[in-house]
């Protein structure tokens, strides 16, 4: 198993910064690939960065040029860096993480508690 723990959410004003982090720890082993979703009141859950084991990355359109999602191997951690936060970026930011069971494709993905983001003057 793998367990995820979030922080860094907080309220913010427009055009501001905040980085998020997800420390992962357990059968870290068996990560294959991790990221962060985010959803918004009333919308269903969006992907917004992915990462793979291999370090590749392919942000969603909405935040491209913007949020980068640095990692820290050493740490177990990833981050989602956000800048020129904008008022539709609040939502709950769910990190997120693929394992896949060593000599099979049973894979499972887990998820962090979430933590909320609110970009609001």
């Known amino acids: 198993q793998v367990q995820l723990v979030e922080s860094g959410g907080d309220l913010v004003q427009p055009g501001g910064s905040l980085r998020l982090s997800c420390a992962a720890s357990?059968?870290?082993?068996?990560?294959?690939?991790m990221g962060w979703y985010r959803q918004a009141p009333g919308k269903q859950r969006e992907l917004v960065a992915p990462?793979?084991?291999?370090?590749?990355?392919n942000n969603a359109d909405s935040v491209k040029g913007r949020f980068t999602i640095p990692r820290d191997n050493a740490k177990n951690t990833v981050y989602l860096q956000m800048n020129s936060l904008k008022p539709e970026g609040t939502a709950v930011y769910y990190c997120y993480a693929n394992t896949v069971k060593p000599g099979t494709s049973f894979s499972l993905r887990y998820w962090g508690q979430g933590t909320q983001v609110t970009v609001s003057s």
């Open positions: 990462i793979t084991r291999g370090g590749s990355t």
């Open positions: 357990g059968s870290i082993f068996s990560i294959n690939g």
